[in-house]
């Protein structure tokens, strides 16, 4: 079942992770190990969050891969369902 309108991941990020622990986005990305501008695509819902970086969550925050990639997943086919009737597809079935 989908989730209505999920938060995207970045959001949760920053709201239950990064906020909580007075933490700001440059210290965050310095302990994730990647720039701050890939943190900041993520935290602005521009970029998605990507298996490695699920990973990478996992280890800092001491939450599960999974979840993260979770979030994302239902994150983008929230999006992808708002745009179901716009899709050219023909329906398939065995003769």
Do not use: Y
């Amino acid at each position: 079942m989908l989730m209505h309108n999920p938060p995207h991941p970045g959001e949760v990020l920053k709201e239950l992770c990064i906020e909580p622990l007075g933490l700001t986005v440059t210290e965050a990305a310095k302990a994730l190990g990647v720039s701050r501008k890939t943190l900041s695509a993520i935290l602005n819902g521009k970029s998605g969050i990507s298996p490695e970086m699920a990973v990478r969550l996992s280890i800092a925050f001491n939450t599960s891969s999974e979840s993260w990639l979770n979030q994302q997943t239902q994150f983008d086919l929230w999006q992808a369902e708002q745009h179901r009737k716009e899709l050219n597809v023909s329906r398939l079935s065995a003769a």
